[in-house]
């Protein structure tokens, strides 16, 4: 097809695309012809980016601590991009499922590699100063990643383990979330009083997690894989992919943050309150939680350990280093 057809041939799919908007494809044409070039900045809306970063004091590792967040919520908008299109997909087609998770651990082994810009970027005084202008505000609060949790697996498997015997799916969604694992690291176990982080959370965010869980109460991510055919249940790369996921995020990922939090906060004496009141000693350790979003693609002895082995592969507390 010569230059001149090939643009004849265009301006034919145009006018087609554009027939049923009520203007003519030359109204259209005129728009692309005023319209300014695009840019790279203008694209990734890089001005209003660089402007997001406003610390409360004039430590400047403030700055450092607000970007890792936002980058961190980013990561977790990505997790999310590809747990929706499972949900969603009705094909059951396996290299699908399994090209999604492996984009989700991609995701997942970045924040996690990341960490060290937490646990070794920051001057341990200027953040114990600087922390102090931020209560209560707390990472407890990221709704995103209580949203990746809920699109991930039912939501029987987030109760608190301490309660989770007595629960199942047929639980009310409503009746399930009020027993959720992170609710407990955010309440006084003296009193049962939550703390005003948890309080704040719940208004701000209880309705749209609510409203999540009751869209995906069939059809989580692990809900996909029970569902599929036995032929791609028992497909190795599938099933190699959810695990590493599960691990991604129920141990690794919060491994990384008992480091930062022994870093920052753990002192012989007395151990200083993470800036919501949560009790990040009893919270953090995944061994402690047992979150399993997968939890029969696990063998006995994976379960039983849950946890427990990966600490010194992944940070050692008390030397304050990575091991591989």
């Known amino acids: ?40 900045w203008d694209y990734i809306r890089l001005d209003t980016l660089l402007s997001l970063q406003v610390p409360r004091t004039h430590f400047p590792d403030e700055e450092i601590f607000i ?12 997790i999310l991009h590809e747990q929706k299109q499972i949900v969603e997909d009705k094909s059951q087609d396996v290299a699908f499922f399994i090209e999604k998770v492996r984009r989700i ?4 082994k970045a924040l996690i ?50 309660e989770r015997g007595l629960f199942s799916s047929e639980n009310s969604i409503e009746e399930l979330f009020e027993h959720v ?5 955010a309440t006084d176990l003296a009193t049962g009083e939550k703390t005003l982080t948890l309080k704040q959370f ?3 965010y209880t309705p749209r997690l609510l409203r999540i ?18 032929a791609s249940k028992n497909n190795e790369e599938l099933i190699s992919a959810l ?4 691990l991604n995020a129920n141990v690794n990922w919060p491994l990384m943050h008992m480091g930062s939090a022994h870093r920052y906060l753990a002192r012989e004496g007395q151990d200083v309150e993470a800036t919501g009141g949560t009790n990040w000693k009893d919270y953090l350790p995944p061994s402690f939680q047992k979150i399993i979003f997968f939890p029969t693609l696990h063998t006995k002895e994976e379960l039983d350990t849950w946890g427990k082995q990966w600490v010194d592969h992944v940070f050692n507390p008390e030397k304050e280093e990575y091991k591989e």
């Open 67 to 78: 970007m890792y967040h936002q980058i961190t919520e980013l990561y977790f908008k990505l």
């Open 243 to 246: 695990k590493t996921m599960d």
């Open 202 to 204: 719940e208004v701000r």
């Open 113 to 162: 590699s990341s960490f060290s810009i937490m646990i070794k970027g920051m001057e341990r005084e200027q953040f114990l100063r600087y922390r102090m202008a931020l209560l209560p505000a707390s990472g407890f609060q990221s709704a995103q990643y209580r949203m990746i949790e809920f699109y991930a697996t039912p939501l029987e498997n987030m109760v608190h383990p301490s």
């Open 181 to 185: 694992y992170w609710k407990k690291g």
């Open 1 to 40: 097809m010569d230059k001149d057809a090939k643009i004849a041939s265009q301006i034919n799919k145009l006018e087609e695309k554009f027939k049923n908007s009520g203007q003519d494809l030359s109204s259209y044409l005129d728009g692309l012809l005023y319209e300014r070039y695009l840019t790279y």
């Open 105 to 108: 651990n991609s995701y997942f």
């Open 213 to 230: 869980a009751n869209q995906v109460k069939n059809s989580t991510i692990y809900h996909k894989y029970l569902q599929l055919p036995d």
